[in-house]
Each structure stands twice: as C-alpha cells, then as structure tokens.
C-alpha cells in the first residue's frame, strides 16, 4: 500500500503566486515524521521543511509552510511568493517511528513557474 | 557548511560487471543510508546502516547488493552483477541520529547506466 500520495498533475505557477502541493499519507505509527524536499532539474535532493506528528504548530521556513492536518492526514507544501528557480520536482516524504528510520517517498509534483 | 559527497556523478557500465558506487558522509553523522530513483519515478529505499552493520534493508536489496564502510569516511554501494533494471540515480544520505527529528542529509547522487 502507498504510504505517501502524491497526485496532482505538473503545475504551472505564475511568479511571485502562492502554489500549494498536496501530499497524503498513511500510518498506524503514532510517532512519525513528514518531510518535503525539492529536486531541481540537476537533480539533487534539497531539504525543505520537516513536520512532526506531535508537533502542535505547522512548520514555516522563509516562504515554505507545511499545512498540517493530522485528522485528515494530509501535510500541504504552500510555496509563497513563487519565484523562477522554484521550478522544480517536490517530493513528499514521511519516516515512522524514531528518527533513524528509513525515508518513504511520494512520486513527486512537478512545478514550473512562469514569468 | 558540511555536505554529503558522492563519486562518480556519472557511471557507465555493461550488464554483468561490479560497480561500486562511493559516498562520504557528513563527518559527525552516525546514520547512513542508500535510496535509489529509476528515471521519472519516486525515490526508494534501499538500506539503513549504523555501527558498522545494516539496520534496516528493503526487498530490492538482495544479494546483489553490498555496503561498506570500509574506514572512517568512506560509506560505499557495491552491485556485483548489474542489470539492466539497475540504471538509476543512487542517493547517499547521512543523519545525525542524535534527536527524534533526524533530517536525512542527502548527497548530489550518482547516475549509474547500464548498458
């Protein structure tokens, strides 16, 4: 079973426009970890922000903010303020359990941001 | 600021032959791990490795596959017999393994082909 779901198609964005990336998971762990990172066309995994399923506050880091919704178990990527080198594949992520543990992945959305 | 490094970026080989795919860490980190992602799809997991011995592996790491820290920096994938279904990106990534948040540091990747 699919422990993370991404599905949205390829999104265009238009600068300096806000975009909000779905992502939802699926676990019987009490303890877990939900994390999104960015993929640039070079390729490389970039951290971007982390949520904990304890946590009481949704996590914010500059213009990224994970919308956070345990019930429905859902943690939104919103990307404020859009900007060209934001065009990239964003990946949603959760790790269960203890923070050691492995990295499951989503299949990824695709943005492009558009002047 | 301290990074994961990975070597080659680039490997090419033909089915059959070994291939060692080589990453270091970051230097305080105690958790390291390798994720693989076949062209266009979602990042997987392959094996977990702390003091000195796996923790965790996943069904695609079968006898064919190896790790190995083989001093104190080097952290190194070995595939002794490729195929063709092993062409992907292999990421390397470390974690500090000192809190219940453990961000997974990732490195630039190496792209294997085989041909």
């Known amino acids: 079973a699919q422990k993370i779901t991404q599905t949205q198609p390829g999104m265009f964005v238009q600068e300096k426009e806000a975009v909000t990336l779905d992502c939802t998971y699926d676990?019987?762990?009490?303890?877990?970890?939900l994390f999104w990172y960015k993929q640039p066309s070079s390729g490389e995994m970039i951290f971007l922000i982390y949520?904990?399923?304890?946590?009481?506050q949704n996590a914010t880091e500059g213009r990224y903010s994970l919308n956070f919704q345990k019930a429905r178990k859902s943690a939104n990527l919103v990307i404020s303020a859009s900007q060209l080198g934001d065009s990239a594949m964003y990946f949603c992520?959760?790790?269960?359990?203890?923070?050691?543990?492995?990295?499951?992945f989503g299949k990824g959305n695709q943005v492009v941001v558009i002047p | 600021e301290p990074e994961v490094t990975q070597t080659p970026s680039h490997q090419v080989t033909q089915m059959g032959q070994e291939v060692i795919l080589r990453c270091v860490p970051i230097?305080?980190?105690?958790?390291f791990y390798w994720y693989r992602q076949i062209l266009g799809q979602k990042v997987e997991f392959l094996v977990s490795?702390?003091?000195?011995?796996?923790?965790?592996k996943s069904e695609i790491f079968d006898d064919q596959f190896s790790v190995e820290r083989p001093d104190g920096s080097n952290f190194t994938l070995k595939i002794r017999s490729t195929k063709l279904e092993d062409s992907a990106m292999y990421f390397c990534?470390?974690?500090?393994?000192?809190?219940?948040?453990?961000?997974?540091?990732f490195g630039p990747g190496t792209r294997l082909t085989v041909l």
């Open positions: 992520a959760m790790r269960e359990g203890y923070g050691n543990n492995r990295l499951a």
């Open positions: 490795f702390y003091n000195n011995e796996i923790s965790e």
């Open positions: 230097s305080n980190h105690l958790y």
């Open positions: 676990t019987s762990d009490p303890s877990y970890g």
């Open positions: 949520q904990g399923s304890y946590d009481q």
């Open positions: 990534a470390s974690n500090p393994g000192r809190s219940s948040y453990n961000e997974q540091f």
